[in-house]
């Protein structure tokens, strides 16, 4: 049965009784304290019990995916993907229904990690920081051939997810800006510029171990190491 709680916004009290022999058991369950939101509605704060898991669950299946995508390919199943993130396949289409849902979560969430990686990169001076960025950048368009050849197949590439190119400047230009700020990188260049040099760079047919001394020298030069002085602000003897 239940029991109003007079005066009160909370939901009644439930009481179940059971019998057993002679003896009555009263189980009495309480709901969790409710509060009230900005709208003057009651609302249970506490997040349903399967949340965290559910999210652990989503996680484990891109972190799975990205590397099976690079590892293995474009041609890799959504069997292949829920062994490898060790949940069952039922849980991984709750999660992603189709493929290409699969596909633009991982992508967006690589764009997403490398734009944060532009406000804590490491480095001494500001040109360090900024080649830093690049490095991150470079195994990002790396990382994610596989799967933009495959989402290319599965929609148009009119698709909002495949406009990344804004997000990319807007995270890197503090840091070409205060690089060219002190002096340390050509201030002629742009980051549209540079983006394309590494992108380039990036999509060579070979091994990353032959691709990534070419890396190196391209940001060598970049910060004049070997090449032409990088252009400072002013006049400036030399």
Known sequence: MTRANP????PP???DAGVTGAAVHISIWTPSPLIKNSENEVVDPSPPPQRADAARNRQRILAAAREAFFIVGGETSMAE???RSK?????????????????EAILTAEVDEVCAAARTCAGDTAAQRFTTWLRRFFQYVADKRP?????????????????TRSQMLAAGQPLLSAAQDAGEIDD???LDQILDLITAIAKIAGTPQYRQPI???????????GGPEPKRHGNQAH
């Not at 799967?147 to 406009?163: A, C, Q, S, W």
């Open 87 to 103: 949940v069952g396949q039922a849980t991984l289409y709750r999660n992603f229904a189709t493929r290409r849902e699969l596909l």
């Open 147 to 163: 799967v933009v050849i495959e989402l290319v197949e599965h929609t148009d590439t009119g698709n909002p997810v495949f406009k």
């Open 215 to 225: 890396l190196d020298a391209a940001l060598a030069g970049l910060l004049g190491n």
């Open 188 to 190: 002629h260049l742009k």
């Open 7 to 10: 005066g009160s916004d909370l």
């Open 81 to 83: 993907i829920a062994r």
């Open 13 to 15: 009290c439930r009481y």
